[in-house]
């Protein structure tokens, strides 16, 4: 099963469809949050929750898919707001929500997605909504820890890793521990879950970024290379830039457009990929080390780690042959 299975499989859209009934029929909201989860992507993040709830004792109980659905659609409103941010006129293959209804319904919608994700977390008790409140506030500062950095050609390794622990690996840990506990793990169990999420999604962050500058545009609904384009300079680019002086010239000032496939060939000239899929590989393997050392069924650590092999293995699926 590939990476972008795994999510849809245990999460179908119209279970996120159904999260948004408490907006009236004619409500002005309905179209543009309607829209937002019509287009869920991989479900990543609730793959993460379903397979560590099989840690615990209650792994089918239906706050396990309450818990996946309130994460999902707090990472949807996120996306909706980076699109507004960023300025993106697509995410995965179709207009972006921006694009779609207009940079204020898009900001309206992620918030009232945010704030129904809330609710259902709240849901499920007081430990949870405490715990999600915390990471809500870290996806936010490691946002802005990377506005700080754009155009930045002296970002640094460190600064970078930062960003993303905050921005994308903090959900991810916390959807492996909310999964956990939910599914009634240990406490133990679930703290090592979050160590896996944690790791694993750096790996997921770093491919991703990777995949920004190689991927076939048609398989990722996104246009490559705009990270460059926008200012964002990231692991790959940190690790050419060392080898590369000239290149910090350039990032410093802000590429031109027609400047960025000739800055990619560079990049990678550079050995900026590999030096990144290195690391990335090597946050896959802490994850795997973080997994449970008692596994009462050893199926439930076979599945995260495919998963978290999947991760590097869907940059060679979506690079150009």
């Known amino acids: 099963m590939q990476l972008c299975d795994w999510g849809e499989k245990l999460l179908g859209e119209h279970e996120l469809a159904a999260a948004i009934h408490p907006l009236a029929a004619d409500s002005a909201l309905r179209p543009s949050c309607a829209y937002i989860v019509s287009n869920p992507g991989k479900r990543f993040r609730a793959a993460v929750a379903f397979h560590a709830a099989r840690y615990g004792e209650r792994p089918n109980d239906p706050l396990v898919k309450d818990a996946a659905v309130a994460i999902e659609l707090f990472h949807a409103a996120t996306l909706a707001h980076d699109d507004v941010v960023d300025d993106d006129k697509m995410r ?12 204020l319904a898009a900001s309206l919608a992620g918030g009232w997605l945010f704030g129904r994700s809330v609710e259902l977390v709240a849901a499920i008790g007081d430990e949870v909504a405490a715990r999600f409140g915390k990471v809500a506030a870290k996806v936010c500062e490691g946002e ?28 991810i840990a ?93 990049v990678r000239d550079a050995g900026g990929i590999e030096a990144a899929l290195r690391d990335c590989a090597a946050w896959v393997t802490r994850a795997e080390e973080s997994l449970p050392e008692v596994d009462p069924e050893p199926e439930h650590g076979e599945r995260l780690v495919t998963l978290a092999q999947q991760v590097i293995g869907r940059v060679g699926e979506m690079a150009p042959s």
Do not use: C
């Not at 995965?92 to 940079?103: D, L, T």
């Not at 050609?153 to 622990?165: D, K």
């Open 144 to 171: 802005i820890l990377e506005a700080r950095d754009l155009y930045d050609s002296a970002r640094t390794r460190e600064r970078y890793l930062a960003a993303i622990e905050a921005k994308t690996a903090s959900l």
């Open 92 to 103: 995965r293959g179709k207009p972006a929500i921006g694009m779609h209804a207009g940079n």
């Open 174 to 266: 916390f959807s492996a521990w909310l999964g956990a506990t939910v599914g009634g793990a240990a406490p133990a169990d679930a703290e090592r879950l979050y160590g896996f999420g944690e790791a694993v999604g750096m790996a997921f962050q770093i491919a991703d970024d990777v995949l920004d500058l190689i991927a076939d545009p048609e398989l990722t609904g996104k246009t490559a290379g705009s990270d460059l384009r926008q200012g964002l300079y990231t692991l790959p680019v940190i690790y050419a830039l060392e080898g590369d002086e000239d290149l910090g010239k350039t990032l410093g000032r802000g590429p031109d457009e027609y400047e960025l496939p000739g800055l990619v060939e560079r």
